[in-house]
């Protein structure tokens, strides 16, 4: 079974440029969180989608975020305008129901804003 | 104050060790307790959870939560230089977001 995967593995852009993050849950999976760990600090949760519809966005820094799901497979993350304190790594998870303990991450995508 | 704290290390023992990772944490709340390991460059990888307090072990891993302390625990018994890897505790009450630790890194040496 193939599990999260996300794309890029890493990105660098400069501040005020738009980035798009990929996540592709694993197949079944009806439950996708995205995450973001800043350098030296927790990760944090930023919004949660049940299908195609977000559940808790409640994490969102700002609305320079903008987060899809599409059919509710394949979630985006687009980041624009791109600030220098976006930078980190950006974690997706998925589950297959909501709640409980198991979520699967994927290996995150690294962004550096310059 | 944060939710969850948990001491970054880094931690560096001799293969064979007994090895303990803690996070405390405030929010009395929360419900589900997880460990994760991540190796470098990879995603966080469920490990050991316990649901409410008390122990679980698995193999070499146990898992302890005592909640009227707000502390959990993780032990690695017989570190094995595999082993060698960030470790973060998570925890979730009702909603599905789960709150981290920084993590603790560790070594193991063979």
């Known amino acids: 079974e193939a599990g999260v995967t996300q794309f890029p593995s890493h990105s660098v852009i400069e501040k005020g440029q738009t980035v798009t993050l990929r996540c592709d849950p694993i197949s079944g999976h009806d439950n996708l969180y995205w995450y973001r760990r800043v350098m030296g600090k927790e990760i944090k949760f930023l919004l949660h989608?049940?299908?195609?519809?977000?559940?808790?966005e409640s994490g969102m820094p700002n609305n320079r975020f903008l987060a899809e799901r599409t059919g509710g497979t394949y979630s985006t993350l687009k980041v624009q305008p791109a600030e220098l304190e976006d930078s980190g790594v950006y974690f997706c998870?998925?589950?297959?129901?909501?709640?409980?303990?198991?979520?699967?991450f994927g290996p995150g995508t690294r962004l550096t804003v310059t | 104050q944060k939710e969850v704290e948990q001491d970054p290390g880094p931690l560096s023992v001799p293969e064979g060790a007994i090895v303990s990772l803690n996070c405390t944490y405030s929010n009395s709340a929360f419900q589900y307790f997880m460990w994760y390991r991540q190796y470098s460059r990879k995603g966080p990888e469920l490990l050991m959870y316990t649901y409410s307090s008390g122990n679980k072990e698995d193999g070499r891993f146990t898992a302890q939560v005592d909640k009227s302390s707000k502390y959990i625990s993780l032990f690695i018994r017989d570190s094995q230089p595999s082993d060698s890897a960030t470790y973060l505790c998570a925890m979730r009450y009702t909603g599905n977001q789960f709150y981290f630790g920084t993590g603790t890194s560790l070594t193991v040496i063979p």
């Open positions: 998870a998925s589950s297959y129901g909501g709640g409980g303990y198991e979520q699967y």
């Open positions: 989608f049940v299908k195609e519809s977000k559940q808790d």
